[in-house]
């Protein structure tokens, strides 16, 4: 029975690398292994299928220096693999919690950003073409899962790409020519596959594995998903819940390419600027999108549009940057005349065009500002460009408003100062476990430059009870039997 499995799996890995033509014969692949059952398991199946592939393979491990002597023992078995399979192995290390500190990111991120550092110096040295990595079916339904619940649209919810061009996992966006990574990729063989089948593979060639403690460490938001919210799932609602993400996965990651097709051939007749690389100065700043041609376009196509134009500047354009973008386009006369987006960039409406500069340095400062909001009421404030408001929702009648802006108001001061974040300033969103610095808040939703030295909130009393963008936290909201109801908003002007 074993060996019909076994048989069965490398056949059905065979069939995938060989339909998206992960590999070509003659490349030399170097498979990403840690020593956990997945990468391992890859390891073994292209050791098995390399003569029928026509690839070169080598070991590439990456120790991440997080949990010692574990940490050293993993590195130790994979060399000891390595060599009891005659393969070359490349070893690397790097110093993740230094990384952390220094570029403001979670130890997880900052993992990945050291180890995918790693593999493309290896790339770029010319001995691979491929690094192979071990993302399995239940990676891919973990990734799109989290993504669906913090927000992403269809190129979030493409999840893993099965390949990846090695030049894509720079931070830069095309700002410079890599020609040793030219063909050079990123492969992910295993996307089609159950962990659960991969460990009873290698139980059935007799291989043993290496068991990383932090993976059942469930202050890391995948390993809750991973023990806890998808097997809830399996029982309560879909015991195929895991293939179901990885296929509307593969099916967004197919829109995805087609749509990337429709917007590069449009995108020429609506953006006129300066493409992959941030200008020096606001003088070779400019770039435009011309309001008459991007009016034709469907929504869907406008919206994409937007963003593509941003990522041909090195901006990252959430959707509620996307959706100010294009109200600003569409406003009447006397509405706004301009929006600021992240990374010190502002865009400005002009006669028939939207144009796109670096905010000049008077917007940079960004002076601290106050004001008071009494409830129920309104204020304007000029440095958000918005208006703020507090309205009195009878008990029961809160049926149009969102539920993450209603508040008790019996809970809450008779007047709010609406101010921005200071240093300091900590904040309880709904569905977190503990509070956080709204430093840190901001950091996790990428928000930098001025956007972020005027980010609002909302002050009863002398604690933090609303942020823009995160819901209210829990013991501010309205419960059963509460007599006066807030629904507490922004709106811009």
Known sequence: MYHGRVHELAQKVLESVRRQQLVKPGNRVGVAVSGGADSVALLRLLLELSGELGIVLSVVHFNHQLRGAEADGDEQFVKELARRHKLECHCGSGDVKARAAEKHLSVEAAARSLRYRYFKGLLQQGGLNRIATAHTLDDQAETVLMRLVRGAGTRGLAGIYPQLPASHQSSVVRRRQEP?????????????????????????????????????DLRHTRNRVRHGILPRLERHLNPAVREALAEAAEIARVEEEYWDGEVARVLPEVWSGAAGRRPDSRRDAGATVNLSGLAKLPLALQRRVVRAAGVALGLHLEFRHVEEILQLGSAQPGGAKSAVLPDGWIVTRGQGELRFELAPPAAEANPNYEYRLPIPGHVEVDETGSRFEAVVVPPGGGAGYNPEHLFDGALLASTLLVRNWRAGDRFWPAHSKAPKKIKELLQERHVR??????????????????????AAPDRFRPKDGAKAVLAIGETTL
């Open 449 to 470: 430059g001025p956007e972020r030295k005027s980010w609002p909130v909302m002050v009863s009393g002398a604690e933090v009870v609303w942020v823009r963008g995160f």
């Open 180 to 216: 040793a990574l030219e063909g050079a990729c990123i492969i992910r063989p295993l996307l089609g596959t159950r962990r659960t089948d991969l460990e009873t593979y290698l139980l059935a060639l007799g291989q043993g594995w290496r068991e990383d403690s932090s993976n059942r």
